[in-house]
């Protein structure tokens, strides 16, 4: 698995500095940037296992969650058992329950009355581990698209930097034009941008998968 900084040195390479810039800083950004937007048109489809109290409302969910994809429901008529075996007593005229999701919590409503292990299929993106320097998840197969949306950060990087100090001139046969050096940054910035969208295209139709979803209400914000 690649590191941030392996894969900033391959930013820089791939689009080197002019005056400066992009700055080391800025190439690390473009591709934490680049790996964000990755994880939310490509994400990775995960389970997790919320172990759910009764009398605890709120639990946090697992690292790069981005969205619920299923959350296996409860139901009045169901033969619920919790971790040890015992049944799960449910309200006799049906089971009413709903969840939000928001800041990397789910909060159950109303507040559990059962303790049970609830089964959670989610969306999760690539979050940076910065004890490793690595992204969680994220393949070395896919880190070549990662990098095209990082190029097209960095070019635009350059377009701004050209473009804010542009002006044209000649001496004799020499013709400078710095705005046109702008306009070619911005243009591959475009196209880089095109062909990641792409990508990403390709990837979804490859690993893409149809999600069932449960009768259970939620909302998210």
């Not at 005056?19 to 389970?47: K, S």
């Not at 999760?124 to 992204?135: I, K, L, N, S, T």
């Not at 243009?187 to 990508?199: P, Q």
Request: hydrophobic share 40%.
């Amino acid at each position: 698995m690649t590191t941030l900084t392996e894969l900033a040195t391959r930013l820089a390479g791939l689009v080197p500095a002019q005056n400066g810039a992009p700055t080391t800083a800025q190439y690390q950004q473009a591709v934490r940037d680049a790996v964000a937007d990755f994880g939310r048109r490509v994400p990775r489809t995960l389970i997790a296992t919320i172990s759910v109290v009764s009398g605890t409302a709120t639990y946090d969910l697992p690292a790069g969650f981005q969205k619920v994809i299923r959350l296996d429901p409860l139901a009045g008529h169901d033969v619920q058992r919790n971790a040890s075996g015992f049944l799960v007593p449910a309200p006799l005229g049906g089971w009413s329950e709903r969840y939000t999701v928001s800041g990397g919590q789910i909060t159950f409503h109303p507040t559990p009355g059962y303790t049970l292990e609830r089964t959670l299929v989610y969306a999760a993106g690539y979050p940076y581990d910065a004890d490793d320097d690595v992204f969680t998840g994220l393949l070395a197969g896919v880190e070549d698209v990662v990098l095209l949306r990082a190029q097209a950060t960095a070019s635009g990087t350059l377009a701004l930097g050209a473009s804010g100090g542009g002006f044209s001139y000649r001496i004799g046969d020499v013709s400078v034009d710095r705005s046109a050096a702008g306009q070619s940054y911005g243009r591959m910035a475009g196209e880089l941008e095109s062909d990641y969208l792409a990508a990403c295209r390709a990837l979804v139709g490859h690993v893409g998968m149809r999600s069932s979803y449960g009768g259970t209400e939620y909302s998210e914000r």
